[in-house]
């Protein structure tokens, strides 16, 4: 064995049962097949990395998947119909919503948004976007280099939208710790747009649309094998405003419109996506202070935007 995956890969063969890293390289060790060059004192976390890891970058494609947080079993055995349909169900664990994917976040002049996005509020996000690509006014951010003041980064913020209905879930702390943010309720799925969403194919938008995609195929867990890319229609911009999070760190939404089918029904069993619920699109909830402030901000704004509530 020279790999924590290929170790991970013999074990769960043999156990046929799901197994958390723990009890995974508890078993490599008894059966002697943990070389010298792996051993350490990091290597429960450093296997649990690795799968988690894999599973992330790897998708439908990688050797393992999770049943329950923290426990891991093989794509191989699902097919095997000697093994219990309990170890079958996938639990992907969610992505946190300030996880920045180890890429610069893209950041926006506030000069340049000063005089454009508040001046004229109901400017288009997409002639938004090539001027401010126009005028040179962004720059990708280094880690050393703080966020929000002058340079608020940019994130999308998807909306699910069924026939007259918006998806609501709650927000969990696994995902956003913030304060403002976890445990409240959100009608939207935050991406940050970093330096990996400009593309080819994505220069006049910095990538807005691509990030929104796969924010809500991760999210809401649209595979490829249950929501083929070809029948997904890349969510649209709505408008943009400008933010505050926890600390006054300022940022851009970019609000973005996903009109799903109306066979689809979200299946959330995740830590981080909570208690789903389809609200009116066309009403602003009474209960708002239970909503968190980028999606408060955004009802505010829907409410006014006339070729939304139609």
Known sequence: ?????????????????????????????????????????????????????????????????????????????????????????????????RDLQGAWPLAFDEKFLENHLRKDADIPV??????VST?????????????????PTVWTFSLVRRGK?????????????????????????PGAITESDFTLFSRDDFGIRENAMSVLMMDLDLTPKTFPADQFEAPEPIFAFECTGDNNVRSLLIVMLWSCPDWFEPTMRRLSLNDPT??????????????????????????KTEAFVG
């Open 1 to 97: 064995m020279d790999s924590y995956l290929d170790i991970a890969h013999k074990v769960l063969s043999a156990a046929r049962r799901p197994m958390s890293a723990k009890a995974i390289l508890a078993a490599a060790h008894r059966s002697a097949i943990v070389p010298i060059n792996l051993r350490g004192q990091t290597q429960v976390k450093t296997l649990q990395a690795r799968l988690s890891e894999d599973i992330l970058y790897h998708r439908s494609s990688s050797r393992f998947f999770r049943t329950e947080p923290g426990q891991y079993f093989l794509c191989e055995l699902i097919a095997d119909p000697d093994i219990p349909d309990k170890y079958k169900e996938r639990f992907p664990a969610r992505r946190r919503t």
């Open 126 to 131: 997409d002639t938004l976007l090539r001027s």
């Open 135 to 151: 005028h040179n006014a962004f720059k990708y951010l280094e880690k050393h280099e703080k966020v929000g003041g002058d340079l």
């Open 165 to 189: 209905q918006l998806l609501s879930y709650r927000v969990g702390r696994y995902r956003d710790d913030r304060e403002a943010f976890a445990n409240k309720r959100s009608i939207g799925f």
């Open 278 to 303: 389809w609200l009116d699109a066309k009403v602003c909830p009474n209960n708002i202070d239970d909503f968190e402030p980028w999606s408060i901000g955004t009802w505010q704004r829907l409410l």
